[in-house]
């Protein structure tokens, strides 16, 4: 059974870059048929995809966020990784790393979700 | 970017009942649209894939129906397991986008 797992340092303040990597298990991060992706949900809101990367580097980004995300995959570690620099309330949000398939995107598996709360 | 447009926003409704929930799409997405349901402190969980298709163990009152833009999410006999909030996900081969959400409560 695949498993992802949220870690972080925690709390931001204002204008830093907040840091989060997924671990992978139970399955390999350079599957052919996936993507993995972060998507983030603000307090009593709605659901936002932030970007996707694939195995072999392929990203996409929301280009909402686009000048302000990078995304990277280790593969040695079964891990993939999201910084969101210049970071404001707004971004405080629960931070899930997903896996879809490559065809429909079929969000199959989530990670339980981190809270990133950005405050001074 | 396709921005989807999910109604209604909240919903009460009774154990029994049968409910519908709508999805519209800017553009036209052929039939890659999902839905979940989500419990508080919990992650989305997948219940329709490709518009129509029950996932693995969903029970049948669920169901999916659409293409094009225009998608419909029905519950039929609610359950009450099933007050939770739903979104519909599109994906146009690039990027991912959500309905804002439906809260489905009980009356």
């Known amino acids: 059974q695949l498993h992802l797992q949220e870690s972080g340092p925690g709390p931001v303040k204002p204008s830093e870059t907040l840091s989060l990597t997924c671990t992978v298990s139970?399955?390999?991060?350079?599957?052919?048929?996936?993507?993995w992706a972060w998507i983030r949900q603000p307090p009593g809101r709605g659901l936002e995809w932030v970007g996707s990367?694939?195995?072999?580097?392929?990203?996409h980004y929301n280009p909402s966020l686009k000048s302000r995300v990078t995304m990277s995959v280790d593969s040695s570690k079964n891990q993939f990784s999201l910084n969101l620099t210049s970071v404001t309330a707004a971004d405080t949000a629960v931070y899930f790393c997903?896996?879809?398939?490559?065809?429909?995107?079929?969000?199959?598996?989530w990670g339980q979700g981190t809270l990133v709360p950005v405050s001074s | 970017d396709i921005q989807m447009t999910q109604s209604p926003s909240s919903l009460s409704a009774s154990v029994g009942d049968r409910v519908t929930i709508t999805c519209q799409a800017s553009?036209?997405?052929?039939?890659?649209l999902n839905w979940y349901q989500q419990k508080p402190g919990k992650a989305p969980n997948l219940i329709i894939y490709?518009?129509?298709n029950l996932d693995t163990g969903v029970p049948s009152r669920f169901s999916g129906s659409g293409s094009g833009t225009d998608f419909t999410f029905t519950i039929n006999s609610l359950q009450p397991e099933d007050f939770a909030t739903y979104f519909c996900?599109?994906?146009?081969?690039?990027?991912?986008?959500f309905g804002g959400g439906t809260k489905l409560e009980l009356k």
């Open positions: 553009q036209d997405i052929k039939k890659y």
């Open positions: 997903a896996r879809y398939a490559i065809f429909g995107a079929v969000i199959n598996y």
């Open positions: 996900q599109q994906y146009d081969g690039v990027s991912l986008s």
């Open positions: 139970g399955g390999s991060i350079e599957s052919r048929s996936h993507y």
């Open positions: 490709d518009a129509s």
């Open positions: 990367i694939y195995h072999s580097g392929s990203i």
